[in-house]
C-alpha cells in the first residue's frame, strides 16, 4: 500500500486535469457470463466462450515432454492477483470499481475484457458470431448503469470485413462507444489446407497489407458510426515466442509484437492515407517499439523510396569499371567471366526482370504516398497511438522530440492494466505513473498529456461525444475547444 507521501488521491488533487486510463481490465465472471450467453444466444455461444479457457487448461496439463513434441507454447498460469482479494473482486465487480475510481486516483476508465479477448480465436464461424454477440449484450447490460465513470470496449471480429461491419453496427445499437478489434488474424495456408493440414500451416493476416480481404469498408465504417479502432492482440505463442517450459519468455514484448505488426501494415498499406481522420490504438505494448518503428519507417524510405532505389539498380552498374576492377586486383580470367553474366549474379538477374513490371510493384512505400520525409510524421504520429502501463519507464521515449525524427511525439496513452497480475496493487499505479515525474525525466505539461490531453484527442477524434454525459464532460469539452 502506498505511503501518504505516495497517495493517489494526494497526487491527484495536485493535478490540474483529469486521469483518463484507456486500458483497464475486467475479469469476467466467468458463471455469470456463461448463464448470460447461454440465455440469449444458446449452448452453442456459451462453448464457444469456454473454449478458450478449454485450451489453455488442456496446454497446461501436458507434460514438458508433451509440449516440446507439439511445439506448443507455455500458457499463462496463475494471472490474476488473489493475496489482493480485493483488488480481485474490483476487477471483477464494475459497481466496486466505480465506487473505487477516487480512491484509484482515476476519474474515468475505458476497461478491455480478459476471457472476452479469446473470442476471435474461435474457428467456427457461426459459433464465433453469436458468442461475440452475445458478449457485447452482456457487457453492454453489465456497465450501463456506471457510464458516469466507466466504458467497456467491445469486441469486434475481423475474420472478414463483412463480419466486422455486422458487430460494428451492433455494438452501436447497444450504446457502445469503445472497440477492440481482432488482429493477426490465423488463416490456412491454402497449398497445406487439404488433407487436415497441421495446425502450423498457418499465416497471420494483418489487416493493412497482403490481406486476404480488403478492409477499407471496415475502417469507413468506423468513421461512419464513429469508432476509434483499438487492437489488443497476442503474440505469444507465435514465431519466436514459443517456448514450452517458460511463460515469462513467451509473454516479454509479445502485445509489441502484435502490434507492430498491425501497425506497421496499416502504415504501408496506406491505410492512414486514405483515412486521415480516423485513429487506431495499439494497447499494452509500450511506445517504445513504436518510435523505433517510426524512426525504422523513415530510414528506410530515405534508402528505398523509388529514386533511391537508382543506388541499387543492377541497370546502372558500369561494367565496364567493374570489368577493369576485377582484372586489375583479381586476374584478367575473372574480368572476362563477367562478359558471359547478364549481371553480377543470377538473384540480380532475377530481381531485374521483376522490378521491370513497373513503379507499383517495387515501390514499398506506393501506398502511403510520401513526398517527403516529414510526412512520415503527419502520416504516422498524427493516427497512431500507444497503450502503456504505469511503470514502464520507456513512457518517456514518447516525449522526446529531440531524438524521434522531424521533432514528433509518438503519443502514449496511459493504461492502468488492472486486474491482472501486473498491477498486485490497484493503488499503485497512479503513483507508478507520476514517478516519470517526481524523477524529473518527464515534465509535469508531459503527464497531463500522457494522462488527459492523448486520450482525450483519441477516443473523441472520431467521436466528439465520447466524453458527454460522463464525470468528466466539462473538462474534455474546454480542451477540445482549445
Not at 523509388?306 to 586486383?329: C, H, S, T
Not at 506506393?366 to 497511438?385: H, M, S, T, V, W
Not at 514528433?408 to 497512479?430: N, Q
Request: proline letters at 5%; charged letters at 25%; a negative charge.
Amino acid at each position: 500500500m502506498p505511503g501518504n507521501h505516495h497517495d493517489p488521491v494526494q497526487i491527484h488533487a495536485r493535478l490540474k486535469h483529469p486521469v483518463i486510463d484507456s486500458d483497464g481490465h475486467w475479469v469476467e465472471f466467468f458463471p455469470l457470463l456463461l448463464d448470460y450467453i447461454r440465455n440469449v444466444a444458446g449452448n452453442k455461444a456459451a462453448e464457444g466462450m469456454k473454449s478458450g479457457d478449454e485450451i489453455v487448461g488442456r496446454i497446461l496439463t501436458m507434460s514438458l515432454e508433451q509440449r516440446r513434441n507439439e511445439r506448443r507454447a507455455q500458457q499463462s498460469w496463475w494471472p490474476f492477483p488473489t493475496k489482493n482479494t480485493r483488488d480481485r473482486a474490483t476487477a471483477m465487480i464494475p459497481k466496486l470499481l466505480y465506487q473505487r475510481m477516487d480512491e484509484l486516483g482515476l476519474d474515468f476508465s475505458v476497461l478491455y475484457p480478459t476471457q472476452g479477448l479469446g473470442i476471435y480465436a474461435i474457428r467456427n464461424d457461426e459459433i464465433r458470431q453469436a458468442t461475440c454477440h452475445a458478449f457485447n449484450m452482456y457487457i453492454a447490460d453489465s456497465f450501463r448503469e456506471f457510464a458516469h465513470r466507466l466504458t467497456p470496449a467491445a469486441a469486434i471480429p475481423m475474420n472478414t470485413p463483412a463480419e466486422a461491419i455486422a458487430e460494428l453496427e451492433h455494438v452501436k445499437s447497444l450504446g457502445l462507444k469503445a472497440v477492440v478489434m481482432g488482429s493477426v488474424i490465423r488463416r490456412p495456408i491454402a497449398a497445406y489446407a487439404g488433407n487436415g493440414g497441421h495446425r502450423t500451416a498457418a499465416w497471420y493476416d494483418v489487416l493493412g497489407l497482403d490481406s486476404e480481404y480488403n478492409y477499407d469498408p471496415v475502417w469507413q465504417k468506423c468513421v461512419e458510426l464513429r469508432f476509434a479502432p483499438t487492437f489488443h492482440s497476442a503474440g505469444r505463442g507465435l514465431g519466436l515466442r514459443m517456448s514450452p517450459s517458460n511463460f515469462t519468455y513467451n509473454h516479454i514484448g509479445h502485445f509489441a509484437s502484435a502490434g507492430e505488426a498491425v501497425c506497421k501494415a496499416l502504415f504501408m498499406g496506406g491505410v492512414t492515407r486514405r483515412f486521415p481522420a480516423l485513429k487506431f490504438a495499439f494497447l499494452e505494448g509500450g511506445v517504445g517499439w513504436a518510435c523505433q518503428l517510426y524512426a525504422d519507417l523513415i530510414g528506410h524510405w530515405k534508402k528505398r523510396n523509388y529514386d533511391a532505389l537508382a543506388d541499387v539498380n543492377p541497370a546502372n552498374l558500369d561494367r565496364q569499371l567493374l570489368a577493369e576492377m576485377l582484372g586489375k586486383y583479381v586476374g584478367r580470367d575473372a574480368a572476362d567471366k563477367l562478359s558471359d553474366w547478364k549481371s553480377v549474379s543470377e538473384g540480380e538477374e532475377a530481381a531485374a526482370a521483376w522490378a521491370a513490371r513497373g513503379r507499383e510493384i517495387i515501390d514499398d512505400y506506393a501506398a502511403c504516398g510520401i513526398k517527403q520525409p516529414q510526412d512520415f510524421r503527419e502520416l504516422f504520429a498524427r493516427n497512431f497511438y500507444f497503450g502503456c502501463e504505469a511503470d514502464d519507464p520507456m513512457n518517456a521515449w514518447g516525449f522526446n522530440t529531440r531524438v524521434n525524427p522531424y521533432g514528433a511525439r509518438i503519443k502514449p496513452l496511459f493504461g492502468s492494466d488492472i486486474g491482472h497480475f501486473d498491477v498486485p496493487d490497484m493503488r499503485e499505479v497512479l503513483v507508478e505513473a507520476h514517478e516519470l515525474v517526481d524523477d524529473g525525466i518527464i515534465t509535469p505539461d508531459e503527464f497531463r498529456d500522457f494522462v488527459f490531453t492523448y486520450p482525450v484527442e483519441f477516443w473523441s477524434g472520431v467521436n466528439p461525444d465520447f466524453f458527454k454525459g460522463t464525470v468528466i464532460d466539462g473538462e474534455v469539452r474546454l480542451r477540445l475547444e482549445r
